[in-house]
């Protein structure tokens, strides 16, 4: 297996909430050298600097400051949440059996969850007496189940069924003897009085590569951990361009990024400005130069289903990037963003496809337009083909996260200047 796709799936196993996908990146930020910033200390940046700061321990920002002349931002946003099952505040429920009250978070398929082995994994915040401090958490065991309705006790089941999210997907975590264990043993993990906690779901399938050649991956979360994991990785693989390259990855995506540390909030916004503040650059300048890419995975070509998909714009698995049009601008990419994504994989001798939805069915949103509200600058949207968006389980292609990494990386070893509206040099 090449090297990358070994990190890969070792990151997408370790990943099992939306804090350990951050922390997973931040400790590799740490391991190249890279200085914690904090938003409530004044910024001294050197040239030639490596910073990452972290808001509400689920959204990250990393950037480099070049030695030379910076003439704009190049970057890259995609998040680290997934749809998944939030453990209620009091969640815990006794009757014959020990339940954990769940509620959704995000649109997820639910059947998929269902008759397979789950865990919690997250934060909790705990008193100490330094004050309150979170700290991350993973039951990290064969932990609870929820289990189907037999067949003959729902004779319909194969024709359709109407999940109810109160009812149908309560896991059972042990017998009625079980009581009071869960939160007893995270107290015990996290060391204090859990005073407030953050924890979800996870799956305890670890990922796979499969297929006739090995072709394909599965993992939870590759919607959209694979993107921020190959941005990461094709950020601290880039050499020195003109523009100082930038890596966003943000929370609160599935449940439209309104969060003090979502892609609607001031994080990126307040980040360009301090940056540009400490080295005096005027940002409406460097902000004429930049470029965002917003990656976040896109649906592939269906086997069985190849009438969803929009006949001319369907990305297939393996075929490379999607670039991700909509008139409507549920996707930021334009005419003059798309080229200039073509030309940078042309450059990386990577491959581009193009996906569009099929104009009757809706397809889903993502944060490129919701970051373009807060900083307003050239973006495009791509994403790695995929099937299975939003099941707790995706399968999307070992070439095309290679594509992806090399792409980024080519990205943000490049200069983009904006030399007048509607014309980019790029070298
Ligand atoms: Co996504």
Known sequence: MEQSIKKLTAYLNSARSVFHAVAGLAAQLEGEGYTLLSEGQP???EKGGKYYLTRGGSSLIAFRVPKGEALGFAMTASHSDRP????????????AYTRLAVERYGGMLIAPWLDRPLSVAGRVVVKTPQGI????????????????????????????????????????LGTKQSAGKFFASLENQAGGQILGHDLTLYVRESARVWGMDSEFISAPALDDLQCAFGCAQGFLNAGESGNIPVLCVFDSEEVGSGSLQGAA??????????????LR????????HSFLISADNAHALHPNHPELADSANAPVLGGGIAIKFNANQKYTSSGMSAAVMRAVCQKAGVSAQTYC????IPGGST???????????????????QLAMHSCYETAAVADYLALEKAIACFYSTTLRQ?????????
């Open 133 to 172: 401090q979170s700290r991350l958490v993973d039951m990290d065991q064969d932990l609870a189940m929820i289990p189907n309705v037999a067949i003959h006790m729902n004779r319909q089941a194969n024709e359709g069924y109407k999940w109810n999210p109160a009812t149908d997907v309560l896991p059972l």
């Open 84 to 95: 998944t099952f939030k453990v209620k505040e009091n969640g815990e429920l006794v009757s």
């Open 419 to 427: 030399t007048a509206d509607g014309a980019i040099t790029i070298d």
């Open 367 to 385: 944060l490129g337009n919701i970051s373009l509200s807060q900083v307003s600058v050239l973006s495009v949207d791509i994403g790695l083909p």
């Open 357 to 360: 939805n099929r104009a009757d």
């Open 265 to 278: 909030s001031d994080l990126l916004e307040a980040t360009l400005s301090r940056v540009c503040e400490a």
């Open 43 to 45: 910024w001294q940046l």
């Open 281 to 288: 650059l005027d940002k409406r300048i460097m902000l004429s």
